[in-house]
């Protein structure tokens, strides 16, 4: 038995040790692994790019040397050939460029030495290309449409020309020789069947010496 003096110091004893919080009888918490560095809530932005080197224009250039313009006579059968330079991005000549000329199937127009409305050629050392041909009877404007290909690289122009009756403007024709004139032959010709005629008249109008007769040996005067 508790004896009666001991008792109240004991229940106190006792109530302190109920009293102790809860977090004293347990065992220290351990170390807490470090925790990871929060990611941040975008990706980070890239560098902006510079813009790409623009590419050269890879087509071709047609340029009208002769024929724009031009006046073809039907009468006089004069006609300008079209001709074209071919240049590059850097307005430098082509060589070796396919060229070709078109002319209109109907109306004013006319052919090209080979016969047909088109005809196919190549640039040459220079970039130039030219078609002569021969213009229609039928009058009136028109136009010569010209392309140009080499590999992957095109070019296209017009050339406006016009058929008329009797008027030509165009490149200075050349003089023609003295002796390629018809007029200087005409009075070479007059002049040689005058002189054959005279001689012939001249020789017939003549009388002949007579001739006498006697007996013996003849005797001619």
Known sequence: MIK???????SLV???IIAIPA????SPPGPQAPQAPAQPSQAPQTPAQPPAPRALASGLTLLVIEGANAVNS???LRSVAPVVEVQDANNFPVEGAVVIFTLPEQGPGGTFLNGRNSFTTKS?????AAAPFTMNSTPGKFQIVVTATLGDRKGATTVTQTNAAGVYVGPALPKRSWYKKWPVWAIA????VGAIV???TRNSGSSAAPVTITPGAPVFQ
């Open 4 to 10: 009666p003096g001991i008792a109240r110091p004991l």
């Open 14 to 16: 006792l109530a302190s």
């Open 23 to 26: 977090g004293f009888a347990q």
């Open 74 to 76: 039907i009468p006089l």
């Open 124 to 128: 040459d050392a220079h970039g130039q």
């Open 189 to 192: 010709g007059g002049v040689v």
């Open 198 to 200: 005279w001689a012939v």
